[in-house]
């Protein structure tokens, strides 16, 4: 099983060929580009890197969300463009869960945390790869509740943060009641292998082109301030 993988949730644009045992080639930027820009290309020069056809990989797996909505809709597109252009199906990828992976194995709990614009952010908690609470659009104050909740619950001694969200609130977080670690900077963004690595063994999930959408867990921006300009509860 060969798998396309396309990571373009956050800042990272991100892009992989993975097969069961290994990473054929992978390409990322983390740079305020417009993924719309450089995502095709790259996936161009993966393949050309790899040395083979695109009509060699059996899926196309995308990370399906949480994330940005610019991001999501760019990675959905592009996911779904080239697996109509190849007649392949799409696997879903929940952005956490790839997140979480880049930090599997240990005792601790891994706490993938993604900023979601106006002080929120997107998390869940896991040990392992095993998730613990849902995937949730969260206050920090949520965040800190959550946490706290699963150490104990779990007699776990360590919460460890990674994604952009733990840079950005680095601070906040430090001053959490509990013990903490933060992911180094190589494993602490979205990767497109690590997607294409979930993603083997979940041939089950995979759904035809037309039927992959990205879930965003929050409305996106315009349809919370249509939603409040007519009074209604969001």
């Known amino acids: ?59 196309i797996a995308c990370a399906s969300g949480p994330g940005s909505f610019t ?23 929940p952005t956490l869960d790839a997140l979480a992976c880049n930090i599997f194995g240990g005792t601790h709990l891994t706490v993938p945390v993604m900023d979601a614009r106006r002080s929120q952010v997107y998390a869940a908690v896991y040990r392992g790869m095993e998730r613990l609470a849902p995937y949730a659009a969260l206050t920090l104050s949520g965040l800190k509740t959550l ?5 104990e619950r779990e007699g776990a001694a360590l919460a460890v943060f990674v994604g952009d969200g733990a840079d950005v609130y680095r601070r906040e977080l430090s001053e959490f009641p509990f013990e903490m670690a933060f992911a180094p900077p190589h494993l602490n ?29 929050r409305l996106p921006q315009a349809e919370r301030a249509r939603l409040a300009k007519a009074g209604e509860h969001i």
């Open 189 to 217: 963004a979205q990767r497109a292998a690590t997607v294409g690595t979930l993603a083997v063994g979940m041939e089950s999930s995979a759904v035809p082109e037309e039927e992959f959408t990205p879930f965003y867990i």
């Open 1 to 59: 099983m060969t798998v396309l993988a396309i990571d373009a949730s956050g800042l990272p644009a991100t892009a992989a060929i993975v097969s069961e045992s290994k990473v054929l080639a992978e390409c990322g930027v983390n740079l305020k580009k417009t993924h719309s820009e450089t995502l095709l290309p790259m996936i161009e020069r993966l393949f050309e890197s790899a040395g083979m056809p695109p009509e060699d990989v059996d899926y």
């Open 71 to 93: 991001g999501l809709r760019i990675g959905a597109s592009t996911a779904k463009g080239i697996a109509f252009a190849l007649g392949k199906k799409i696997i879903p990828v």
């Open 147 to 151: 946490t706290a909740e699963a150490l």
